[in-house]
């Protein structure tokens, strides 16, 4: 953007950054907002090759961070089930009855529902599976209930690793951004987003 003059140059990473933070809300609604991001990304540093600050480290961080979202999502979900007394199969059934409750309930509540639906999906997933595995009701309770709250913890620090992408990303498409003390390196100002998506 350097053939812009400041202020519109300004204002064209502006809008784009709050762009940015609209795509990440799609996190709640079960779509892979992480992953568009990363996408948008991309597409701007070809759009703007004099973005040198982008170089292999920035999508080295990037790219890892997204991926840790993954594994938080899913891991926090197994842990909780399993902690809960969920069985092997139970979590499982809970993981994929976690993306069908998404797809099928994303249509609903202008597309909350898709949150709503994975909850429901975990829970249901696990409960059913630990009921036909002979399980007692109060057992396969404990197991599903600890299913959902995975799912939600998992959906929290996923939104959170988001976070940590947004701003490393503001940094570099505009590095006069006041996301932190302006010596702070990009591991720092990740850090300090993704602990507060975590809280």
Same mark, same amino acid.
């Given at each position: 953007?350097?053939?812009?003059?400041?202020?519109?140059?300004?204002?064209?990473?502006?809008?784009?950054?709050?762009?940015?933070?609209?795509?990440?809300?799609?996190?709640?609604? =079960?779509?892979?907002?992480?992953?568009?991001?990363?996408?948008? &990304?991309?597409?701007?540093?070809?759009?703007?090759?004099?973005?040198?600050?982008?170089? &292999?480290?920035?999508?080295?961080?990037?790219?890892?961070?997204?991926?840790?979202?993954?594994?938080?999502?899913?891991?926090?979900?197994?842990?909780?089930?399993?902690?809960?007394?969920?069985?092997?199969?139970?979590?499982?059934?809970?993981?994929?009855?976690?993306?069908?409750?998404?797809?099928?309930?994303?249509?609903?509540?202008?597309?909350?529902?898709?949150?709503?639906?994975?909850?429901?999906?975990?829970?249901?997933?696990?409960?059913? &599976?630990?009921?036909?595995?002979?399980?007692?009701?109060?057992?396969?309770?404990?197991?599903?209930?600890?299913?959902?709250?995975?799912?939600?913890?998992?959906?929290?620090?996923?939104?959170?690793?988001?976070?940590?992408?947004?701003?490393?990303?503001?940094?570099?498409?505009?590095?006069?951004?006041?996301?932190?003390?302006?010596?702070?390196?990009?591991?720092?100002?990740?850090?300090?987003?993704?602990?507060? =998506?975590?809280?």
């Amino acid at each position: 953007m350097d053939f812009l003059p400041f202020p519109l140059a300004s204002l064209v990473a502006g809008a784009f950054i709050a762009f940015l933070c609209f795509v990440l809300l799609l996190n709640i609604f =079960g779509l892979p907002a992480n992953w568009f991001l990363l996408g948008l &990304v991309a597409l701007w540093k070809t759009s703007h090759p004099g973005a040198v600050s982008m170089d &292999v480290w920035f999508w080295v961080m990037m790219v890892s961070i997204a991926l840790a979202g993954e594994a938080l999502e899913m891991g926090l979900q197994y842990i909780k089930a399993r902690r809960y007394g969920s069985s092997s199969a139970g979590t499982f059934a809970g993981m994929v009855g976690a993306v069908l409750g998404a797809i099928l309930l994303a249509p609903l509540f202008f597309g909350l529902g898709a949150l709503i639906g994975a909850l429901a999906g975990a829970w249901l997933g696990c409960f059913v &599976v630990e009921l036909l595995k002979g399980r007692p009701v109060n057992a396969a309770l404990d197991a599903a209930f600890g299913a959902m709250v995975g799912r939600f913890l998992g959906t929290v620090c996923k939104c959170g690793a988001g976070g940590g992408m947004l701003a490393l990303a503001a940094r570099h498409i505009w590095p006069q951004i006041p996301l932190a003390r302006p010596d702070a390196g990009d591991a720092q100002i990740v850090f300090s987003v993704f602990s507060w =998506g975590m809280c």
